[in-house]
């Protein structure tokens, strides 16, 4: 599922589901959507029912040109297209129709102060829809998987996120596990740990290095760093967070890795 925004440009997004298609022999849906913005408090009568006309002509057209972009981008990669848009707020569209997907695949937001009329928020998305997110960065024309960096964390996120990772890992020429270790974590705990995922990976028939660091600076700062040192093309992270308000205060590897990041990231929870 190719989720495309509204008012920020979309070629990452369908040149990476493109490629994904093509690599899977798989169909791939398109999706868009933008709520109606209520009239300013003063305006009232048929002169606000007029300005709700005019916004839904325009979200209307503005829709109806990405299933054209949609479809011409994807016509001759795609083992079959569909196409889904509505007059609703994104983030709930995109995350009720998820359950027609395998995977999501979302842009980057291009600025952190977003429309949420227009655009749907990956962070939401990944926290809400119980399928892989994979965020793409607006440099991205393909979904490099020459070395795919996994961030381990023994929870629950991570080990869904390594799962749900596997038809890509199975593609990838290079894996690399690595766990940072956080305060009050132990070394003799994360190797193992991590050892342990190489050797499940190993069962499916994907080898994986192991990589256990301390921490240095921020987590999400690191776990770049880290994708550098061993030439990452791909993140694989669990999604960690409860809300949108805890994330932009606390801030947290989630959103480094979601807004930050120029490498494709896929996440899950």
Same mark, same amino acid.
């Given at each position: 599922?190719?989720?495309?925004?509204?008012?920020? =440009?979309?070629?990452?997004?369908?040149?990476? @589901?493109g490629d994904i298609a093509e690599r899977f022999e798989a169909q791939v849906i398109g999706i868009a959507a933008s709520d109606v913005r209520p009239p300013l408090y003063f305006t009232?009568?048929?002169?606000?029912?007029?300005?709700?006309?005019d916004e839904r002509a325009v979200i209307e057209a503005r829709l109806s040109e990405l299933e054209g972009l949609f479809r011409a981008s994807l016509d001759k990669r795609a083992k079959?297209?569909?196409?889904? /848009? /509505?007059?609703?707020?994104?983030?709930?569209?995109?995350?009720?129709?998820?359950?027609?997907?395998?995977?999501?695949?979302?842009?980057?937001?291009? @600025?952190?102060?977003?429309?949420?009329? /227009?655009?749907?928020? *990956?962070?939401?998305? !990944?926290?809400?829809?119980?399928?892989?997110?994979?965020?793409? *960065?607006?440099?991205?024309?393909?979904?490099? #998987?020459?070395?795919?960096?996994?961030?381990?964390?023994? +929870?629950?996120? @991570?080990?869904?996120?390594?799962?749900?990772?596997? *038809?890509?890992?199975?593609?990838?020429?290079?894996?690399? !596990?690595?766990? &940072? &270790?956080?305060?009050?974590?132990?070394? @003799?705990?994360? #190797?193992?740990?991590?050892?342990?995922?190489? =050797?499940?990976?190993?069962?499916?028939?994907? *080898?994986?290095?192991? &990589?256990?660091?301390?921490?240095?600076?921020?987590?999400? =700062?690191?776990?770049?760093?880290?994708?550098?040192?061993?030439?990452?093309?791909? &993140?694989?992270?669990?999604?960690?967070?409860? =809300?949108?308000?805890?994330?932009?205060?606390?801030?947290?590897? +989630?959103r480094h890795l979601m807004t930050q990041s120029t490498r494709c990231v896929l996440l899950s929870r």
């Amino acid at each position: 599922m190719a989720s495309l925004a509204l008012d920020q =440009s979309n070629d990452a997004c369908l040149a990476v @589901a493109g490629d994904i298609a093509e690599r899977f022999e798989a169909q791939v849906i398109g999706i868009a959507a933008s709520d109606v913005r209520p009239p300013l408090y003063f305006t009232e009568g048929g002169y606000a029912e007029k300005l709700l006309a005019d916004e839904r002509a325009v979200i209307e057209a503005r829709l109806s040109e990405l299933e054209g972009l949609f479809r011409a981008s994807l016509d001759k990669r795609a083992k079959a297209l569909a196409w889904r /848009s /509505s007059l609703q707020f994104p983030t709930t569209y995109i995350v009720d129709e998820a359950r027609a997907t395998d995977l999501v695949v979302c842009a980057r937001p291009a @600025a952190p102060n977003f429309d949420s009329y /227009s655009f749907a928020d *990956p962070n939401d998305i !990944v926290m809400q829809a119980g399928r892989p997110v994979l965020v793409v *960065p607006p440099a991205a024309r393909l979904l490099d #998987l020459r070395r795919v960096l996994v961030a381990w964390k023994n +929870t629950r996120e @991570a080990r869904r996120a390594v799962f749900d990772a596997l *038809p890509l890992l199975a593609r990838a020429k290079d894996v690399t !596990v690595v766990e &940072i &270790i956080e305060d009050g974590d132990r070394r @003799a705990n994360a #190797l193992p740990s991590v050892k342990d995922v190489a =050797s499940w990976l190993d069962a499916h028939g994907i *080898p994986a290095e192991v &990589i256990v660091a301390d921490r240095k600076a921020d987590v999400g =700062s690191q776990l770049e760093n880290v994708a550098a040192d061993v030439g990452a093309t791909l &993140i694989v992270a669990g999604a960690y967070g409860h =809300s949108r308000f805890r994330e932009w205060i606390m801030g947290g590897v +989630t959103r480094h890795l979601m807004t930050q990041s120029t490498r494709c990231v896929l996440l899950s929870r």
